[in-house]
């Protein structure tokens, strides 16, 4: 009766040779079947699983095989089919980046090395600096395509850092302070946003009307909330729901009467 044996590793192709080497068989005379084909993850730090096949083998071969003497676990099943990894597939693994990058280097390091993966497969010729200090780390972005980095309204630089932010929590177990910016967009984008809040909350006050942003992101509606907080004649609120919101000014005052 033939035996199955499972072998695991990052893609089929490598399970199959860590099979064959281990059973000294050559590949056109390996019969398997393939249990998972795996998935790399995001950038192949988060969330991989590897591939999985199942060899069989017949019994007359397996008999071959020494039996491990009792009370030790063997590399791998020889009387069943067992969820254990050969030690080929151990020691690739040891050296695949999934495993290791939290204890080798530190949160910023791996933020920019996944940072800096995720702009290779947009455009070439980007480089990151980075800056960390207090829990707060930041990477400026420069070269490459910066309006596609940044894309419609910022969503690209936003998705970005999402995924960065993710993964460097995961890694660690620990949420940090991320921030993202391409060629100074977003320090462009806070000053002009504090200049548009002072002249929006003028006319606000001046018309005695509420004055709309329209949908904006958290990071926007943050930048507006804090330019018009010492104005004591106006407020600011966020309406709606999800992440993009409108951010209305309302007077507090008009014709010398308080808001209704």
Known sequence: MAKGIEYKSSSVAKAVKIACKELDLPEDKLRYEIISYGSSGIFGLVGTKKARIRVTVPEKRMDAHPK??????????????????????????????????????????????????????????????????????????????????????????????????????????????????????????????????KKMGEKAKRTGKPISFGQMNAHDRRIVHIALKADEQVRTQSMGDGFYRKLVIFPKKRNGRKEK
């Open 68 to 197: 491990p003497d009792p009370g030790t676990k063997p590399v791998a099943a020889v009387e069943e089919v067992l969820d254990v990894q050969p030690l080929e597939a151990v020691e690739e693994t040891a050296q695949e980046p999934v495993d290791a990058p939290a204890d080798r280097e530190g949160p910023a390091e791996l933020g920019r090395q996944v940072l800096q993966r995720m702009i290779d497969f947009i455009t070439s010729g980007a480089t990151i600096s980075v800056k960390n200090s207090n829990d707060r780390i930041e990477y400026h972005v420069q070269g490459g395509n910066t309006g596609v980095l940044i894309g419609k309204r910022g969503q690209t630089l936003e998705a970005m850092q999402y995924l960065v932010d993710k993964i460097v929590s995961k890694q660690f177990e620990k949420r940090f302070r991320l921030q993202i910016d391409v060629e100074d967009y977003l320090k462009n984008r806070r000053i002009n946003l504090e200049n548009m809040a």
